[in-house]
């Protein structure tokens, strides 16, 4: 009898370790699979994993938000090249552009308030008419656009346009309403010649400047849109950032003739990297330390002229800045194979200082455009 009970406990016990040896093998093979799988979905891009610090692209860094000056050049939450450039000044903001689609909106809100917090945005620049520059001022009509979701103080726009385009009317529709509700329009020629209370020259803080450039087709048709871009240089004491919009080579030369431009830190391209703007004659002026180029890197769909050189970032702008510098960024890339059809390059770029040395720090990553994969399988550096 004794024997028997001893038995089956032993086969009880029996039994026991071979369901926590089987319950073991389930558990190594599940852990296995989501290691894998959570592998393979990060390699296509699926899922955003960082392993160095978990962070969110749109925290805001505070050595950033101290820093007397900040330029920011956020991603635009889609595939496409455009335009958007916040600038911070202690509270004061500045956002130059909302491109590049009507779904950047929620984007560039979201960004926007990270650092600015209280709700204004004292001047707001839009270069020119085309939707990759304006079309988050207005949004999707299921949300909202910039100029809803910010009180804004001082709008400073393009001259002319030959624009008639839907967004461009929708832009003004909602610019007038922002003007209704108290905002100040001035174009960049009343501000090039002190008029109507509009300022050439706007002191943003003790030894920050905010001032407009003159260009000839602020007051001459131009064939190309682009070269109605509003041009703005910013200067904090002996440091310089020029932001000319998608100025053309025809703007650039009267830009060149009409200014004695300094040296700059910064250089946001021109044209999104277009071989047509970034020419030499304006680069050998300001001879650049740093350029944003704010495209899709890669992106071939809206200015596909049929050849290679008109993907952005465009090897002949490549081969022009390289005399000056090696410092390229990019906040986004084209990845066809990911359902928003774009990745994180740099991430959002900020260009920050006291007044002294000029930083840059980025979301995604620090690496420079010419260190970048995308550069070494479609483009080269020049050599001395
Ligand atoms: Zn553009």
Same mark, same amino acid.
């Given at each position: 009898?004794?024997?028997?009970?001893?038995?089956?406990?032993k086969?009880?016990?029996e039994?026991?370790?071979?369901a926590r040896?089987?319950?073991?093998?389930i558990?190594?093979?599940?852990?296995?699979?989501?290691?894998?799988?959570?592998?393979?979905?990060?390699?296509?891009?699926?899922?955003?994993? %960082?392993?160095?610090?978990? $962070?969110?692209?749109?925290?805001p860094?505070?050595s950033?938000?101290t820093?007397?000056?900040?330029?920011?050049?956020?991603m635009?939450?889609?595939k496409?090249?455009?335009?958007c450039? +916040?600038?911070?000044?202690?509270?004061?903001?500045?956002?130059?552009?909302?491109?590049?689609?009507k779904?950047?909106?929620?984007?560039?809100?979201?960004?926007?308030?990270?650092? !600015?917090?209280?709700?204004?945005?004292?001047?707001?620049?839009?270069?020119?008419?085309?939707?990759d520059?304006?079309?988050?001022?207005?949004?999707?009509?299921?949300g909202?656009?910039?100029?809803?979701?910010?009180?804004?103080?001082?709008?400073i726009?393009?001259?002319?346009?030959?624009?008639?385009?839907?967004?461009?009317e %929708?832009?003004v529709?909602l610019?007038?309403?922002?003007?209704?509700?108290?905002?100040? $329009?001035?174009?960049?020629?009343?501000?090039?010649n002190?008029?109507?209370?509009?300022?050439?020259?706007?002191?943003?803080?003790?030894?920050?400047?905010m001032?407009?450039?003159?260009?000839?087709?602020?007051e001459?048709?131009?064939?190309?849109?682009?070269?109605?871009s509003?041009?703005?240089?910013?200067?904090q004491?002996?440091?310089?950032? +020029?932001?000319?919009?998608?100025?053309?080579?025809?703007?650039?030369a009267?830009?060149?003739?009409? $200014?004695?431009?300094?040296?700059?830190?910064?250089?946001?391209?021109? $044209?999104?990297?277009?071989?047509?703007?970034?020419?030499?004659a304006?680069?050998?002026?300001?001879?650049?330390?740093?350029v !944003?180029?704010?495209?899709?890197?890669?992106?071939?769909?809206?200015?596909?002229?049929?050849?290679?050189?008109v993907?952005?970032?465009?090897?002949?702008?490549?081969n022009?800045?390289?005399?000056?510098?090696?410092?390229?960024?990019?906040p986004?890339?084209?990845a066809?194979?990911?359902?928003?059809?774009?990745?994180?390059?740099?991430?959002?770029i900020?260009?920050?200082?006291?007044?002294?040395e000029?930083k840059?720090t !980025?979301?995604?990553?620090?690496?420079?455009?010419?260190?970048?994969?995308?550069?070494?399988?479609?483009?080269?550096?020049?050599?001395?």
């Amino acid at each position: 009898m004794a024997k028997k009970k001893e038995t089956s406990r032993k086969k009880e016990r029996e039994r026991e370790k071979k369901a926590r040896r089987v319950f073991t093998v389930i558990v190594v093979i599940l852990l296995i699979i989501a290691v894998v799988g959570t592998y393979i979905l990060w390699k296509k891009g699926y899922i955003e994993l %960082d392993f160095a610090d978990g $962070h969110d692209h749109n925290e805001p860094q505070q050595s950033i938000v101290t820093d007397e000056l900040s330029i920011h050049f956020p991603m635009l939450g889609n595939k496409y090249s455009g335009d958007c450039t +916040l600038i911070k000044v202690g509270n004061t903001e500045i956002l130059i552009d909302a491109g590049s689609r009507k779904n950047s909106a929620e984007t560039l809100i979201s960004y926007i308030n990270t650092y !600015c917090t209280d709700g204004v945005l004292e001047y707001v620049i839009a270069t020119h008419a085309d939707q990759d520059h304006i079309a988050a001022f207005v949004g999707l009509a299921s949300g909202v656009g910039i100029f809803e979701a910010f009180k804004c103080g001082t709008i400073i726009d393009f001259p002319r346009t030959n624009s008639t385009s839907g967004t461009y009317e %929708d832009y003004v529709a909602l610019r007038d309403a922002e003007v209704e509700a108290g905002a100040t $329009h001035y174009t960049a020629l009343e501000c090039w010649n002190n008029e109507n209370g509009a300022k050439r020259s706007y002191e943003l803080a003790d030894g920050i400047t905010m001032n407009f450039l003159y260009q000839k087709f602020y007051e001459q048709k131009a064939s190309d849109e682009n070269n109605y871009s509003v041009c703005m240089l910013l200067t904090q004491g002996t440091n310089n950032y +020029l932001f000319t919009g998608d100025l053309e080579a025809e703007g650039e030369a009267s830009l060149v003739e009409e $200014h004695e431009l300094p040296k700059c830190k910064l250089f946001k391209a021109g $044209h999104h990297g277009s071989p047509t703007s970034s020419g030499a004659a304006l680069l050998a002026e300001i001879q650049p330390e740093i350029v !944003c180029v704010c495209c899709c890197c890669g992106n071939d769909t809206e200015y596909n002229f049929g050849s290679n050189d008109v993907v952005f970032p465009s090897q002949a702008v490549i081969n022009r800045i390289a005399v000056y510098t090696e410092r390229i960024y990019i906040p986004t890339l084209v990845a066809k194979d990911t359902d928003d059809g774009f990745v994180p390059m740099n991430g959002n770029i900020i260009v920050s200082s006291d007044g002294g040395e000029v930083k840059v720090t !980025c979301s995604n990553n620090d690496t420079l455009l010419k260190d970048t994969d995308w550069f070494k399988a479609n483009r080269t550096w020049p050599t001395a």
